[in-house]
């Protein structure tokens, strides 16, 4: 059977995209959407798993759905999960259990500053710049859930998987294991500051917190101040610091903005830690359009006078041929992601038998 999903409807599409509807979740639906979608129907008889569309999803959980086990709580919903088992109503604790996450998908548009002319991990390279903190954190907080994350601007796709670092045979390695044990307590941190909006909240208005949830929240961080190294260095103490004066505050005056600010603190404390994590986890990167030195916005022109209106950090174009792609990034697009997804999925069918 033909692919529908080829280079040149790719190229079109985000063409068509970029002139009548350059948002994300525009991007999401309708271009990275029935990539991965394909890819899945491919092996659909032996192997159920399920692409699902988070972003018409609610930021908090409600009366049925708690989104607890594929996002942190205090951080986004991804934008696209693919799992199996997967129901939206999933407060019964046996759909609750059965859902097991397989990756989830972070979508960016083309022209996203976020990823344009960024890299995943410069290598020392100082005329490369990286992510910005706020994508590694964004990065972070789903791979921590669902293990392996997809982030793609649709120019570039790359892929996560912590159990590159998270392999038994690097257990005996100090640095990687302490690494761990970072990520572990930042998590920590985080979770016990986010709250579920059905269970935690007197008015889900208002956000207004009840009183015994406070108290378990308070608990829950004592806990994890006691776990903290002892070995601190002077940032590390102002954020311990920082924490216990939360733990001080009267239980009256304590409000969701509090413990706002120590996710904000646990952010930038932890955020070198975030990055070796992240950059550890990266497997590949693959350009699906040719990276040029910089990489330049794209527009799509519809006259000479545009054309010749073209800007230092613009090229525009209008249709295929304007712009540089790679067919064979392409084609290997497809394979990683097919290997991607059902790597882990073959090898827990053969342990089923």
């Known amino acids: ?26 991007f999401q639906s309708y271009l990275i959407y029935p990539i991965i979608e394909e890819v899945i129907n491919k092996k659909k008889e032996s192997i159920n798993i399920e692409l699902i569309d988070c972003h018409n999803f609610a930021q908090d959980n409600t009366k049925t759905h708690t989104r607890y086990k594929y996002s942190v709580l205090s951080k986004a919903i991804p934008d ?6 997967f129901f939206y109503n999933n407060r019964d604790e046996k759909i609750y259990n059965s859902m097991q996450s397989i990756a989830s998908v972070e979508v ?26 706020q994508l590694y954190i964004q990065i972070l907080a789903s791979l921590v859930k669902n293990n392996k994350v997809i ?64 108290e378990s929240k308070k ?58 994590y992240i950059k550890l986890s990266h497997i590949k990167t693959i350009d699906i359009i040719k990276k040029g030195e910089p990489e330049k916005k794209m527009e ?22 304007d712009i540089k792609y790679n067919l064979e990034s392409f084609d290997d697009l497809k394979l990683e992601l097919e290997k991607f997804l059902y790597e882990n999925e073959k090898n827990d069918i053969v342990n089923n038998f």
């Open 151 to 214: 982030l793609t601007n649709a120019r570039k796709w790359e892929f996560f998987d912590n159990s590159l670092i998270n392999d038994e045979k690097l257990a005996l390695n100090v640095e990687i294991k302490t690494l761990n044990e970072d990520i572990k307590r930042y998590v920590e941190i985080i979770e016990i500051c986010g709250f579920d909006s059905y269970t935690d909240y007197k008015n889900p208005k208002t956000k207004e917190l009840k009183k015994d949830v406070i």
């Open 1 to 26: 059977m033909v692919s529908k999903c080829n280079i040149t409807w790719y190229l079109e599409k985000m063409i068509e995209l970029l002139c009548f509807s350059p948002k994300e979740d525009q």
């Open 300 to 321: 799509v022109y519809g006259s000479s006078f545009d054309q010749m209106m073209e800007a230092d950090d613009t090229e525009y174009v209008s249709g295929i041929q």
């Open 108 to 133: 960016k548009v083309p022209n996203s500053v976020e990823m344009l002319n960024k890299y995943v991990n410069s290598k020392g390279d100082k005329s490369k710049k990286e992510y910005d903190d």
């Open 219 to 276: 608990k829950l961080l004592i806990e994890v101040i006691s776990k903290i190294s002892n070995n601190t260095t002077e940032e590390e103490s102002k954020f311990q610091v920082e924490l216990k004066e939360l733990l001080k505050k009267a239980r009256d005056i304590t409000t969701k903005d509090d413990f706002n600010k120590i996710i904000n603190d646990a952010d930038k404390q932890y955020i070198q830690k975030i990055k070796k």
């Open 80 to 85: 696209l999960l693919i799992a199996r088992n």
